[in-house]
């Protein structure tokens, strides 16, 4: 395993602000807001990063591309993974990194129209930055922001510049 990216104490700081809008409430608020979003917007896909926020959206027939979890939530609540999928790809993802073996699968699975199904054995918060940087222009990555909502980063070419300099700022390792 090869790992890419290591997160840095400063960069885990700035991660811990919303990378998107904001949208706060309860899982049924959230859902039907992104709703609207998703019908007024027609984004070009709609990828999701967490297991209860990629539940919720299948949950509220919202179905993502691509959906990134790890069968945990906040790091100690196992999930089940019952969603249906055309492809399942399984990945090593240590936490605090980003690993070229996630990278991958992000990319194919974003260049495939496959609905792809990636499960981490490790930590999926930081592959938010991956999926953000090769979705294409207006995709919608949506994760879960702990204890407020969910956050919608709508995919710009300002969104994947900021998230190189989030990316150039981590230690790349040589493991």
Same mark, same amino acid.
């Given at each position: 395993?090869?790992?890419a990216?290591v997160?840095?104490?400063?960069?885990?700081?700035?991660?811990?602000?919303?990378?998107?809008?904001?949208?706060?409430?309860?899982?049924?608020?959230?859902?039907?807001?992104?709703?609207?979003?998703?019908?007024?917007?027609?984004?070009?896909?709609?990828?999701?990063?967490?297991?209860?926020?990629?539940?919720?959206?299948?949950?509220?027939n919202?179905?993502?591309?691509?959906?990134?979890?790890?069968?945990?939530?906040?790091?100690?609540?196992?999930?089940?993974?019952?969603?249906?999928?055309?492809?399942? /790809? !399984? #990945?090593?993802?240590?936490?605090?990194?980003? $690993?070229? @073996?996630?990278?991958?699968?992000? *990319?194919?699975?974003?260049?495939?129209?496959?609905?792809t199904?990636i499960?981490?054995?490790?930590?999926?918060?930081?592959?938010?930055?991956?999926?953000v940087?090769?979705?294409?222009?207006?995709?919608?990555?949506?994760?879960?922001?702990?204890?407020?909502?969910?956050?919608? /980063? !709508? #995919?710009?070419?300002?969104?994947?510049?900021? $998230?190189? @300099?989030?990316?150039?700022?981590? *230690?790349?390792?040589?493991s």
């Open positions: 395993m090869t790992v990216y997160l840095t104490p400063e960069l885990s700081k700035k991660l811990k602000e919303p990378f998107g809008n904001l949208i706060q409430g309860t899982p049924e608020e959230t859902m039907n807001y992104l709703k609207e979003m998703v019908e007024k917007e027609k984004p070009s896909k709609i990828i999701s990063v967490g297991d209860i926020v990629s539940q919720n959206l299948h949950k509220h919202i179905h993502p591309q691509l959906t990134i979890i790890d069968k945990i939530s906040l790091r100690t609540q196992k999930i089940s993974e019952e969603i249906a999928v055309q492809k399942t /790809v !399984r #990945v090593d993802n240590p936490q605090g990194t980003i $690993t070229q @073996e996630s990278i991958f699968a992000i *990319k194919e699975a974003l260049e495939s129209n496959q609905h199904h499960v981490v054995k490790g930590e999926e918060d930081l592959l938010t930055l991956i999926a940087l090769y979705a294409p222009e207006n995709a919608f990555v949506v994760y879960g922001q702990p204890y407020s909502g969910i956050v919608v /980063v !709508r #995919v710009s070419s300002e969104r994947k510049a900021r $998230t190189l @300099e989030f990316l150039n700022s981590m *230690k790349a390792s040589k």
